[in-house]
């Protein structure tokens, strides 16, 4: 008997039947893009803008302060991932879907309608960080939404192509946001500080509007609707997550702490640029855009590298070469040389950082069974996050923004490479395991 046969359930649903994977994979894509549009517009003004309009003065510190209100979306996200997790899991991925659209683009559009410190004092910062965390209430259940629906949409052996366009939607969001800010902030100061750092926030309800009826059409999964119609639906998904998959979740946490990168790369980067290498602002945006727009190629090809030789090797090679990299693109920032800034922004994001990106909408997705399979990526993925959300803030505190201050960032970012490497060496590796069986519990041959 073959020793991986898996505990009885019931019969499997049909392989083919019901599912759209392009379809799935251009939804979760524009949704994506937009989500991160929104949350990525706020970073760039975190790092640009946010330290003069929201704060008393802008110095170092008022720019600590902002990117301390990044983090804070990261705060709403864990709480976000357990209501909207369990929603995804007794309701279905769609529905939940429609609704972190609709939070993030409504959130969005009223950071661009707030008061600056000058009009309301204090109360502009603490408005701020109340949008902001209307922003990481919607993110916490958009990737893992979006990865759930999409690999249940899939082939069984594509599954992390497709679940990788999820991630390079928020590519496309992270390019969209560099490109909206670069005119901004060519602008007079009288008018960037005015109404033009409002512009990219209100443009957020366009896109919004243009992905709502993409998604719209999209139809719940077969897995979803198999387990529906078989009564597997969970009462509490966490309390099932909690107890058959305690394990799966803390092992997605710290595999989850590599998202640093990415806002280490695409906020902390940007300022440490501007500040200790004297890069002018418009320069760091387009090296952010630059190492995103590689990345819209380079990380389906990752997703297909992973269907072919696993999730496993491709993740772990993402995350120690951008450790490896990251401090070459920091020293690069203070050389002088623009070429050689935009030959390591690809290298270190587009050519290291995106398998490990690539790779996880799938390789966390298939450590749970379809019944807890949204809140388990939910809930595991946002308490990961925590470390992304103020990676910025905590390494800008201990001396990351100050002259060699490329050392503690690229020590930040070594640590957290090699947490995520330990914690995906100890998964199953699932790229073989149809996707009916992902999750099940393991069980002895018999004779």
Known sequence: MNPENTAAASPPVDSTQGRTPV?????????????????????AAAALIFPTVFFPDAGTNATVMSLATFGFAYIARPVGA??????????????VLMFTLLLMGGATFLIGCLPTFDQVGWLAPILLVLARLMQGLSAAGEQAGASSLTLEHAPDNRRSFFTSWTLTGTQGG??????????????PDEIKYGIGWRIPFWLSAVVVLVTYFIRKSLHETPEFEHAKATNQIAKLPVSDLLREHWRD????????FIAAVSTVYGTLAISYGKQVGNVDESITLWLVVAGNVVALF????FGRLSDRIGRKPVFIYGALGSAAIMPCYLLSMESGNTLLQFALSIAVFSCAYAAANATWPSFY???????????????????GFLMAG???????????????GWVPISIFT???????????????ETYRVPTSELGRKRVPATV
Do not use: N
């Open 82 to 95: 357990v209501i909207l997790g369990h929603f995804g899991d007794r309701i279905g991925r769609q529905k």
């Open 298 to 301: 380079s990380q389906p090809m």
């Open 414 to 428: 070594a640590i957290i490479a090699l947490i995520s490497a330990g914690s995906a060496l100890t998964a199953r």
């Open 23 to 43: 379809r799935a994979a251009l939804a979760s894509f524009m949704g994506s893009a937009v989500e991160y549009y929104d949350f990525f517009i706020f970073g």
């Open 249 to 256: 979740v803390l092992r997605v946490v710290l595999c989850a």
């Open 365 to 383: 997705a298939e450590m749970f069974s379809a019944k807890v399979r949204f809140s388990g990526l939910a809930i595991g993925t946002q308490l």
């Open 174 to 187: 992270q390019i969209l946001a560099a490109l909206v800010f670069i005119p901004v902030v060519a602008l």
């Open 390 to 404: 103020f990676a910025p803030s905590i390494v800008a505190a201990v001396g990351g923004l100050e002259p060699g």
